[in-house]
């Protein structure tokens, strides 16, 4: 089988283009003798073959653009590919059909066999974005359309996609390897030892942006009135600069770590493992549902999470309800994480059906769900083929 990947990747600072590497790597894992090229976008990219992944590497795209031209040209000199799938998300892609339109001219042109979109972002009619909207209603042109939560599978069957061809496939579970870690050593590891890190350590890990609800925690912690029982570690590339004044701002009052880069994937297991907490306080944009990477990131971990009942965080609010607040409700997360520290042992245990999912979802279960998908569609066009012969 031959695959062609359509998304961000590394060395590219990208959540999409994290995704895309792990999922490669655990395909390789389920079935070696798959051959998988990434037809990626130019930014720091360059034509390679990615040893670790083991995968043909093309940089043929700019975020933002319309102009897939490139992608037609690749395929056609690596002699085609059975299937060709788009990791999409609306800030690499755009509003635009561009992207599906080549896909389907990729196809006409005998250059793949089938389509497949995993679409990491579905529009709500409330959104008001109309080219995001047009767009999913022309996704029945694909083959297969993924979809990583419940939410996003049945807003996309109303807006008039064939539930034939929506497959639920959740977001991988990367198992955290550095648990067994002393605390020091991954405070040396992550360049922590000049900092004061005592108390209770809650982890707010990932992109720092204003949606991820940072303001909210700090008021909370406020609220909390622990002093110095509690340590909080924002870590992560910063793309809302207003991030940095709040954070400033609460660095007088309470201990606060802040480590203003952008994490790699291991030490950001590693920055988990250290954590006693992982605090996500999300409140998401009107009209989007997506699901968490970060949420994964941690629940591989085996660690508590608090977080906030956000559409990307439906899965905590499935598997570990009583461990979640209203959004924007900074007194009532106060009030879970005084009840998490005077309880830990106890929401250690109640987060077991989490741990649980987490095991289930692991990354090498979710590549055998998606070569699952590959060889179903496969077999009904070679099906097609046959009846048309007959």
């Known amino acids: 089988m031959r695959i062609a990947f359509v998304s961000t990747y590394p060395p590219t600072h990208c959540g999409v283009a994290e995704y895309t590497r792990m999922l490669i790597s655990a395909l390789k894992s389920v079935l070696s003798h798959i051959d998988i ?25 700019m975020r933002g653009s319309s102009k897939y031209g490139k992608i037609l040209d690749v395929l056609s000199s690596i002699g085609g590919v059975d299937i060709i799938h788009v990791e999409h998300e609306y800030g690499i892609f755009g509003d635009t059909s561009a992207i599906l339109d080549i896909c389907v ?3 006409e042109e005998g250059l793949v066999k089938k389509v497949v979109f995993t679409m990491h972002t ?5 959104s008001g974005r109309v080219g995001a909207l047009d767009f999913q209603r022309k996704l029945d042109l694909a083959d297969a359309v993924i979809v990583h939560s419940y939410l996003q599978e049945f807003e996309i069957q109303h ?116 954590a006693d907490v992982v605090a996500l306080p999300y409140r998401d944009k009107r009209g989007l549902y997506s699901v968490s990477g970060i949420l994964h990131l941690s ?14 965080l439906i899965e905590l609010y499935q598997f570990a309800p009583r461990l979640t607040v209203p959004p ?34 692991q990354w090498i279960r979710m590549a055998r769900r998606h070569l699952s998908l590959y060889l179903n569609i496969l077999k009904q066009q070679i099906k097609q083929q046959n009846k048309y012969f007959q």
């Open 37 to 61: 090229y990434v037809l990626c976008d130019v930014d720091g990219n360059e034509e390679r073959f990615d040893g670790e992944a083991k995968a043909y590497v093309y940089p043929v795209f």
């Open 105 to 107: 001219r990729a196809r």
């Open 122 to 126: 579905i529009h709500h009619p409330l």
């Open 159 to 274: 807006q008039g996609v064939d539930p034939l061809k929506i497959y639920r496939i959740p977001h991988g579970t990367y198992m955290n390897p550095y648990l067994g870690i002393p605390r020091f050593r991954l405070m040396e590891e992550l360049n922590l030892g000049k900092y004061s890190v005592k108390g209770i350590i809650a982890v707010v890990p990932g992109f720092l942006r204003m949606d991820k609800g940072l303001d909210i925690l700090i008021e909370a912690i406020r609220l909390l009135n622990r002093g110095s029982d509690v340590t909080v570690i924002a870590a992560g590339e910063v793309r809302d600069k207003g991030v940095i004044d709040i954070i400033e701002s609460a660095r007088s009052r309470f201990n606060l770590v802040f480590i203003e880069r952008y994490l790699s994937n291991e030490e950001m297991l590693k920055l988990i493992a250290l």
């Open 299 to 312: 629940m591989g971990s085996f660690k508590p999470i608090i977080g906030t009942r956000a559409p990307r």
């Open 328 to 361: 924007r409700n900074p007194s009532e997360l106060a009030k879970k994480m005084n009840w998490l520290i005077e309880n830990y042992d106890y929401a250690v245990a109640y987060m077991a059906y989490m741990y649980g999912y987490a095991v289930r979802t």
